[in-house]
């Protein structure tokens, strides 16, 4: 696995929910003296990237590398990408470097999580699978070079690095598209 340790820590209940790449753990406060306490919940299935951990309507959702599967925790953990797992080894690059660049994010607009990532072809991320947690319907498709917020992705060195115009952004806004296909 390309990341080891914590690789993602998210509050459900009164239950602090800390994920490793094989493992998750219930963090308890208990009280003196030992303040804390620490519980497996799930043993053989985690987060495997740091990026990919989103929380959407009291529920974790989560990629896990050691399957190359999409999972959802809400108090036990299920795996929900078996329908999508096909496509997504097919145009995922998996080596360490692109994989772990996976990221996720919730769409509540749509009621989707959306996890997008660098294709086969190319260097940019220019793929997306997205969850729609109220059908549990699956999507994919191709979208924009899109980066999160990751210090290694660009660093800035002046102000005007972080700001334009609109007339002097690459691509006008009504030719960024998103295609979607199910």
């Known amino acids: ?43 053989g299935v985690g987060n495997s990237l740091p990026w990919s951990l989103v929380t959407a309507q009291r529920r974790h959702y989560f990629f896990n590398l050691i399957d190359a599967n999409f999972y959802c925790f809400d108090g036990s953990v299920k795996p929900i990408g078996d329908s999508i797992k096909g496509w997504f080894l097919d145009y995922a690059s998996l080596t360490p470097a692109n994989i772990s660049m996976l990221w996720g994010y919730h769409d509540g607009a749509n009621n989707e999580v959306v996890w997008c990532f660098r294709g ?53 806004i009504g030719e960024l598209s998103l295609t979607a296909t199910s």
């Not at 993602?8 to 094989?22: A, D, E, Q, R």
């Not at 498709?141 to 060195?157: N, Q, R, V, W």
């Not at 700001?163 to 002097?168: R, V, W």
Request: aromatic share 10%; hydrophobic share 35%.
């Open 120 to 172: 086969t072809s190319g260097t940019a991320h220019n793929k997306y699978v997205a969850f729609n947690y109220r059908t549990n319907e699956w999507g994919h498709g191709t979208c924009e070079d899109i980066h999160s917020f990751h210090p290694g992705l660009y660093m800035a060195k002046r102000i005007s690095d972080l700001s334009t115009t609109i007339a002097n952004t690459p691509t006008p």
């Open 1 to 43: 696995l390309p990341i080891r340790g914590i690789t993602g820590i998210k509050k459900w209940g009164n239950v602090l929910v800390v994920y490793t790449p094989s493992a998750i753990l219930g963090v308890n406060y208990v009280g003196l003296p030992k303040v804390v306490q620490v519980n497996p919940l799930v043993e």
